[in-house]
């Protein structure tokens, strides 16, 4: 099971309109209340109140929430009364549902869509790890490997195209995009054995991180009939892309070429570094150090590192 974060999840709402309400296609919301929880926020962040509402659990005292969507839909893992991991859907006026599991021991809800379709991964009858996509007509699907013995669903879209990584026959992991219908598809590499998917937009556009031919870390985005491009770093050797929205744009993070690890925005075929888009007086208060979540309308959710206290916080930036 994953490093317990909370020992509870809790369904965080605003007593009074905020901004944010305002923008529903925020690609990485599902993280953005526990990111709040972990990190904190600029404390203008508080000036609406807030209530809370537990999730509860599906049977003993462990929840963690991992993703929500646009209609307050929640899902990640509990345990059960007899000590297993399952994958839940919280849906609000209905409580904690268990999502059931592969056959196997133990399942975990990683991502959510518009439409409560649920992706993640669970034990199988012969004790692998394959990714689902869960729906309320379907319930819980095999999406079967790239051919090795395990799979990994770690996004999803509206459509319930689910992207993630899996092990190929050969041993290596690469990311895979999943189309209803269609079936399971290897993205493959940027050039050595590794790939993995952390996003994908309503298009089918899928965007995460691959290894070089020389071994280095590099960001990527894979459109279908053009496939992985490679999206380059801010001057090291490292990138990371964590997720996209409608038009394309990406938010990540790259070293640059002072071996310092900053957030990046990929748009317009260049990837620029986001402290250099924001007001100076802010870039000397804090390093941007991630981009984690990048709506249609622009918004992006970045962290950064307080120069003073070396807290890390997380923000949207908006124009």
């Not at 309109?17 to 209340?33: E, H, M």
């Not at 509402?53 to 929500?68: K, P, W």
């Not at 995009?177 to 590794?194: E, K």
Request: net charge neutral; hydrophobic share 40%.
């Amino acid at each position: 099971m994953r490093n317990q974060i909370l020992a509870r999840s809790f369904y965080i709402r605003t007593l009074r309109k905020a901004s944010l309400a305002r923008d529903r296609s925020l690609v990485g919301i599902s993280g953005l209340i526990f990111v709040l929880l972990l990190f904190g926020a600029p404390h203008h962040a508080y000036a609406h109140a807030y209530s809370m509402i537990e999730l509860e659990t599906l049977g003993v005292s462990t929840s963690v929430g991992y993703a929500i969507n646009t209609q307050g839909q929640v899902t990640g893992e509990s345990a059960t009364a007899d000590g297993k991991i399952r994958a839940f859907l919280f849906t609000p006026n209905r409580g904690l549902a268990d999502l059931g599991t592969l056959c196997g021991s133990s399942s975990i809800g990683c991502a959510i869509s518009a439409h409560g379709q649920v992706t993640g991964w669970s034990v199988t009858n012969d004790g692998a790890a394959h990714a689902f996509l869960f729906t309320p007509r379907t319930g819980m699907i095999d999406l079967s490997t790239l051919g090795g013995a395990t799979s990994k669903g770690l996004a999803l879209n509206v459509d319930g195209q689910v992207a993630g990584k899996s092990a190929t026959f050969n041993g290596a992991i690469h990311a895979f995009l999943y189309t209803p219908g269609t079936g399971m598809i290897d993205l493959g590499t940027l050039g050595c054995n590794t790939s993995v998917a952390y996003a994908i937009n309503a298009c089918g556009q899928v965007a995460g991180e691959s290894a070089t031919s020389n071994g280095a870390i590099h960001a990527f985005v894979y459109t279908p009939g053009t496939g992985m491009i490679d999206l380059g770093t801010l001057g090291g050797n490292t990138s990371v892309a964590y997720a996209i929205n409608a038009r394309g744009q990406i938010a990540g993070e790259s070293v640059n070429s002072n071996d310092k690890m900053h957030a990046f925005l990929f748009a317009d075929s260049t990837m620029r570094d986001l402290n250099s888009m924001v007001d100076r007086a802010i870039a000397k208060r804090m390093t941007l150090i991630s981009g984690r979540g990048i709506s249609d309308r622009g918004l992006i959710l970045v962290n950064g590192v307080d120069a003073t206290s070396d807290e890390i916080r997380s923000y949207l930036l908006r124009k």
